[in-house]
């Protein structure tokens, strides 16, 4: 009995097709995480802020210390992954087109979540420095600083080092994202993990200092969280994104200074 062969116009209309599926499902997964990551903090991350004593500092006991860097790595994957979301599409094109890269959809997945990864260990280090301003008095019930002298250092910091060329390397890779699948490509899901890793760090390296402007304006603070996501989104998604980084170096350098002052 003799088989039918596909054409390779055939063969590449059905990859074309998978390509779509797996996009569509691959989209479908992160707008379900992201959207369950924002309404994890619409409803509190856990915080029960009504029955806490205002006039006291929260003790850190071990189940209280692992509720805060929840809080955290859930908020960074609400913030990160919609600027992600286009590297993550891509690198699953790239691995349904790559026979040598396993299952696509498993790959991609490895990818995710070794992103996610490299956020949980920055929100562990966050975690820690939550604690040492909470011990020496520095932040609010409400998760902002009651230094003023403090807000104002880290918006300084933030502004500066959105100007330093570290910053501007990191944000150039996260951007680059095809230049990063050709230069860093690794096949199977051990390359998919390795390379969700390396995205992820350099992604950290970019927006790491940003992220501790939540100390300033508040932890918990939706309006603080949603304002530097979309910063965020605005430097990796569109055209304009490596100048405006600069802008916005100038206008947090510009309030620290008028805190100060």
Request: charged share 10%.
């Amino acid at each position: 009995m003799a088989v039918a062969v596909p054409s390779s116009a055939g063969r590449g209309e059905l990859i074309e097709r998978l390509v779509r599926r797996d996009r569509q499902v691959v989209a479908g997964g992160l707008l379900l995480v992201t959207s369950m990551a924002w309404w994890y903090l619409l409803v509190g991350a856990g915080m029960d802020m009504g029955t806490m004593d205002m006039s006291m500092p929260m003790p850190w006991s071990p189940g209280y210390a692992l509720l805060v860097f929840l809080m955290w790595w859930v908020m960074m994957a609400a913030m990160m992954l919609p600027s992600a979301a286009p590297m993550i599409l891509l690198f699953g094109m790239v691995s349904r087109k790559n026979r040598a890269a396993g299952s696509p959809r498993v790959s991609t997945l490895f990818f995710a979540s070794a992103y996610l990864i490299a956020w949980g260990l920055f929100s562990l280090l966050a975690t820690v420095i939550h604690w040492l301003l909470d011990q020496a008095g520095l932040l609010s019930m409400q998760m902002s600083s009651r230094s003023v002298t403090l807000g104002a250092l880290l918006l300084v910091l933030a502004g500066l080092y959105q100007l330093t060329p570290w910053k501007h390397a990191c944000l150039r890779n996260c951007r680059g994202t095809l230049d990063f699948v050709m230069r860093y490509w690794r096949p199977g899901h051990r390359g998919a993990l390795s390379m969700g890793l390396r995205h992820g760090a350099l992604c950290v390296g970019c927006c790491w200092v940003m992220m501790g402007l939540l100390f300033y304006g508040g932890v918990m603070n939706l309006y603080w969280i949603t304002g530097i996501a979309a910063l965020v989104l605005v430097e990796k998604l569109l055209p304009a994104g490596e100048y405006l980084d600069r802008a916005g170096g100038f206008v947090f350098i510009a309030w620290g200074l008028w805190l100060l002052v």
